[in-house]
């Protein structure tokens, strides 16, 4: 049985940092990408970064990118999303996904339940 | 452009038949797939590719694309089936992600 499980998140200052993990288990992780997608209150789903299955490319919605980082360790079954420079409209519930294949897919088919992130002082 | 538009709102009865549409130029190169969103559950992927179900996602449940336009289609609408749909594709660089603002479907 595929599993995702996302956790890290907290209340954070504007300015601040966090760093998110999300723990897979059920398939090979190495073989593919994984994604984190984040919902606002109360807006739609929001792409933020993917990472290929060997972790060799990494890719950044313009919102996040410079200030957000992603990263994974295959030995452990976990893919991060480090954030630094938060800002209040970073506010949300992030996801973290499971993609189809080793590279960028649209498709992602295991989602985790999310785990909340406030940026407030 | 990269962006994907959806209706905001639908309703259908219950029984019937509803179509929630996805409009973008990167859809004329990049199958959309499709999510059903209900409150406190993690997203559920119900349609990808030219019109695949995971499994045990019901056959109510089925996709369609034509030109700028991917479909997904309900028929026969259950209430178990009013949630938040959102269509993703690949943007026309290929590497980037966008969703579509999502439609709320009530199922009368």
């Known amino acids: 049985e595929v599993n995702v499980v996302e956790s890290g998140g907290d209340l954070v200052q504007p300015g601040g940092s966090l760093r998110l993990s999300c723990a897979a288990s059920g398939f090979t992780f190495s073989s593919y990408a994984m994604t984190w997608v984040r919902q606002a209150p109360g807006k739609g789903l929001e792409w933020v970064s993917t990472?290929?299955?060997?972790?060799?490319?990494?890719y950044y919605g313009d919102s996040v990118k410079g200030r957000f980082t992603i990263s994974r360790d295959n030995s452990k079954n976990t893919v991060f999303l480090q954030m630094s420079s938060l800002r209040a409209d970073d506010t949300a519930l992030y996801y973290c996904?499971?993609?189809?294949?080793?590279?960028?897919?649209?498709?992602?088919?295991?989602w985790g339940q999310g785990t909340l992130v406030t940026v407030s002082s | 452009s990269s962006e994907l538009t959806q209706d905001p709102a639908l309703s259908v009865a219950l029984g019937q038949t509803v179509k929630i549409t996805c409009r973008g130029d990167t859809l004329r190169s990049h199958f959309a797939s499709w999510y059903q969103l209900k409150p406190g559950q993690a997203p559920l992927l119900v349609i990808y590719g030219k019109n695949n179900r995971p499994s045990g996602i019901p056959d109510r449940f089925s996709g369609s694309s034509s030109g700028d336009t991917a479909s997904l289609t309900i028929t026969g609408a259950q209430a178990e089936d009013d949630a938040d749909y959102y269509c993703n594709s690949r943007d026309t660089s290929g590497n980037h992600l966008v969703f579509g603002g999502g439609t709320k479907l009530t199922v009368l």
């Open positions: 996904a499971k993609g189809v294949r080793v590279v960028v897919s649209a498709t992602q088919d295991y």
């Open positions: 990472i290929s299955g060997t972790g060799g490319s990494t």
